[in-house]
């Protein structure tokens, strides 16, 4: 079986320069042209170019961060969902308290009839004997105090209400600014891992770059250093 090469980035104009060498020494009766030109046939197939490499890496990162975005916008529109339905919960509720509130001025327009009531009745229990004055006047003092107990509990069990849904829903509002800056947060690491990553690869390449110069240049100049050069076969 035959074992897979490691694909490496080379510059197209590296690639060029052997072809000339490789044509330099066959023109010079070289028996070394034929063993580069064989080189350069065998692995021709594997060479790839830096823009070649960058735009594969680029498509890549391109896909995974469309798929990033994707997954963003569905959470994103899971959460407006969730927030549109508390606001409706919210809507219910006030609702409720727009009763209860309608409900309590019923009922102190209930107690004002009865005050009215009382003050007739006071007008009348003076024409009446001690007795029956101080009974009247004991039953709507009695009447008065259940209304108004009536109306302080109502009133206090509406205002406990409201408290309660105003830190419901505060505490939604801070829960969905927490998860909307961790998801701001994971696509900056994102982002920036990306940049990281390119400037690694960028180097790479120009390292590789350089050392092939280099060996092109030992090349030269052993070809320079040769005796007998450009003499027959």
Request: proline share 2%.
């Amino acid at each position: 079986m035959e074992k897979e090469r490691a694909i490496q980035c080379v510059p197209v104009e590296l690639i060029e320069r052997l072809k000339a060498l490789a044509s330099k020494l066959w023109d010079d009766r070289n028996p070394a042209s034929v063993q580069l030109s064989t080189i350069l046939e065998e692995f021709g197939p594997d060479v790839k170019t830096l823009e070649n490499m960058l735009r594969d890496y680029e498509a890549d990162y391109s896909r995974r961060l469309a798929a990033g975005q994707s997954k963003f916008e569905q959470k994103e529109g899971r959460l407006k969902k969730e927030i549109e339905d508390l606001k409706a919960r919210q809507a219910g509720l006030e609702s409720s308290r727009a009763e209860a509130v309608k409900r309590g001025e019923e009922l102190k327009a209930a107690f004002n009839d009865r005050e009215a009531l009382l003050a007739e009745l006071k007008m009348k229990s003076t024409e009446t004997e001690g007795a029956l004055n101080t009974k009247y006047v004991a039953r709507m003092q009695e009447l008065y105090e259940k209304v108004n107990k009536k109306e302080l509990d109502l009133l206090t069990r509406w205002e406990e209400k409201n408290k309660t849904l105003e830190t419901k829903l505060q505490d939604l509002e801070n829960d969905y600014a927490a998860k909307g800056r961790q998801l701001r947060l994971r696509e900056k690491a994102l982002e920036e891992d990306f940049n990281a990553r390119k400037a690694e690869l960028i180097k790479t390449f120009d390292r590789i770059r350089a050392g092939l110069e280099a060996k092109e240049k030992e090349l030269s100049a052993r070809e320079e250093a040769r005796p007998g050069k450009g003499g027959a076969l």
